[in-house]
């Protein structure tokens, strides 16, 4: 190959790269963001992707039973319920390990159980129908204030208020609701992580 088919040979591979990682994106888009999965966790009802690198005999979709635990190829019962994908993964290494020589083992939360569990997102306060929605990849406050039906006549929407758990900790973020739903301002659509709790505060007068 000569110094011209060189040339565009890695141009175009330059080319493809952002491509290729866009799909894999795409293709990666119903499950949760990284931020999300290490604090995330799992619960019956839950669907879990179990992948077990280089033995695809071994790499399932499982439902998380009622009692908590799931079955694996080679592994007949193990607790998954409290557990994170991380945790989960590592239980699952040490468990294929008796069987097969250092399995590399991703866990992969693919959909979410319905209202009830760590993941759903609360909404309280003044909105037309407090409930709990279920998580799903790339939900957002609007999608929500939708499922609940909107906020009351008396809702201080612009004073409402995202209540997230990180390490351990709560921190609040402000939302502002009013703009975002009568003055359609996107800019306050602001996207949801599994477990956060909406609240919207009443106006008294």
Known sequence: MNRVQLSKVAGLFLLLMPMAAHAQNNAAGGAMDAGAAANYLIGPGDELEIFVWKNPDLSVTVPV???GKISTPLV???QAQGKTPSDLAAGLRTNL???IQDPV???LVKSFAAPGSAASIRVI???ATPKSVPY???LTVLDVIIEVGGLTT???GNDAQIIRTQGGANRTIPL???DLVKSGDMKANVQLMPGDIIRIPQRWF
């Open 65 to 67: 039973r009622p009692d």
């Open 76 to 78: 007949a019962d193990i």
């Open 136 to 138: 799903r990849a790339g």
């Open 105 to 107: 083992v991703t866990v």
């Open 97 to 99: 390990s008796k069987y």
């Open 176 to 178: 502002h609701l009013t």
């Open 125 to 127: 306060g003044a909105a």
């Open 154 to 156: 008396y809702a201080d």
